[in-house]
């Protein structure tokens, strides 16, 4: 082998180096579009399901924290929202799957007993009880959500002054 061969395949080397950094930055380019799209459209679809689910329904939210009912209701206040009233089956239907923890709703007899009503002062018109409740055992006036497989019957009331996180609804 001559000293002038092995120059000229330097040169092929060179090339092929070159061509291999040119695809490389091509694959890399396209990548980093085709991941841009991805994102850009998972937030068009998070943007129009929230938009959705907010004029339908409402748009709901969970306290970190355990409170009592009283501090839980001033939370969401705090948050320009309050605790969740659930005034339908459609929107039982829609929160159910979603509880995790017991959480308090923003329903209550404190005022007069047996007289439960919701935080804006709507009288309760359906509920969805745990079999045998509301029952008041030991002064229970306020109303928790429970993470059971009925969703119908998940509701049970417990003392105010229990902690538990908050359901609020904005």
């Not at 092995?6 to 890399?28: F, H, P, T, W």
């Not at 085709?34 to 907010?54: D, E, K, P, W, Y």
């Not at 009283?70 to 339908?88: H, K, M, P, Y």
């Not at 329903?107 to 047996?114: C, Q, V």
Request: aromatic share 10%; hydrophobic share 40%.
């Amino acid at each position: 082998m001559e000293m002038d061969t092995i120059y000229e395949n330097v040169e092929d080397v060179k090339d092929e180096g070159k061509a291999q950094q040119n695809r490389r930055s091509c694959l890399m380019l396209a990548t980093v579009i085709l991941g841009t799209i991805c994102v850009i459209l998972l937030v068009f679809v998070i943007l129009q399901h929230t938009r959705a689910g907010s004029n339908r329904l409402g748009l709901f939210f969970i306290s970190n924290n355990t409170m009592s009912w009283s501090e839980s209701r001033q939370f969401c206040r705090d948050r320009g929202a309050d605790l969740v009233i659930i005034n339908t089956e459609e929107k039982q239907r829609f929160i159910s799957p979603f509880v995790e923890d017991f959480l308090w709703i923003g329903l209550t007899d404190e005022e007069i007993e047996g007289n439960m009503k919701w935080v804006d002062n709507s009288p309760l018109k359906q509920g969805f009880w745990v079999d045998g409740e509301p029952n008041n055992l030991n002064g229970e006036n306020c109303v928790i959500i429970v993470p059971v497989e009925n969703f119908l019957k998940n509701w049970n009331d417990v003392p105010c002054t229990f902690t538990f996180k908050a359901l609020c609804e904005k």
